[in-house]
């Protein structure tokens, strides 16, 4: 999928563990893991809200488009 | 709750159905067996199937008759068995799976074996009507609706899995 997810990046910048953001956001870890992995087909905006506002960042820093072509 | 019941009741009909075909090629093999040395045997091949004027017009003739009935019932008896794994493995909480759609698939194409032996046995009995005058009871050719309805609905179910496995990676 060209839609690449940096919530690895995003954790590591902010020093969170996805146990402590998984308690925060109020997702399970396997969806989150899911999520982290890049298998995730799609993602609601609560759950974007809730992680932006646990990773005080915005959408685009955790999602990026990369063209294949 | 009333439609577990009823895919109960299926189940076990398609097990039943199973049985009862398995018995019927069973018997006209067994009957076929013994026409070989007793001819009251083809009268009565199963329950009203006499095929005793195919027999004393020709053995050859007679014997592709019995064998295209034995596959036939054969084939008849695989889309049973194959009715009931699907029943068996059919869960109304998350009923898109890939074995349903996989065994959906296979009985369309077991439908379609059987709607052309259907045909070759039609044919067979067709050109012997016209040629000896031997009266013909034809089958049933609407297997062809059958599996093409069996392959619409494999699809839909295909669509299904995808819509279901979409919903499950969705956070």
């Known amino acids: 999928m060209p839609i690449i997810i940096n919530l690895d990046v ?3 910048k902010r020093k969170m563990s996805l146990n402590e953001l998984s308690e925060k956001v109020g997702i399970t870890l396997s969806n989150l893991s899911i999520l982290k992995t890049g298998k995730a087909k799609a993602i609601r905006f609560s759950t974007l809200e809730s992680i932006c506002e646990v990773l005080d960042c915005q959408p685009g820093d955790l999602l990026e488009f990369h063209n294949k072509e | 709750m ?5 895919l109960n009741i299926m189940f076990f009909l398609a097990w039943f159905v199973f049985i009862a075909l398995l018995i019927k090629a ?3 093999l067994t009957t076929f067996s013994i026409s070989w040395f007793n001819d009251m045997a083809a009268e009565k091949m199963y329950f009203d199937l006499d095929l005793s004027m195919y027999k004393s017009y020709s053995p050859i003739h007679y014997s592709l008759i019995v064998i295209n009935k034995v596959i036939l019932i054969t084939a008849q008896a695989y889309v049973a068995l194959l009715m009931t ?5 059919f869960n109304l909480k998350n009923p898109f799976n ?12 077991s439908i379609l074996v059987i709607w052309v032996m259907s045909i070759i046995h039609n044919a067979h009995l067709k050109a012997l009507e016209k040629s000896v005058g031997l009266s013909a009871e034809y089958l049933d050719g609407s297997y062809l609706l059958w599996s093409a309805l069996v392959y619409v609905l494999a699809q839909v179910f295909k669509r299904g899995v995808e819509i279901q496995t979409e919903n499950q990676y969705t956070i």
């Open chain 2, 26 to 28: 069973g018997t006209i």
């Open chain 2, 85 to 89: 794994e699907l029943l068996k493995g």
């Open chain 2, 2 to 6: 009333k439609t577990q019941t009823i």
């Open chain 2, 98 to 109: 890939h074995l349903t759609v996989r065994l959906m698939e296979k009985i369309c194409f």
């Open chain 1, 10 to 12: 995003m954790m590591a």
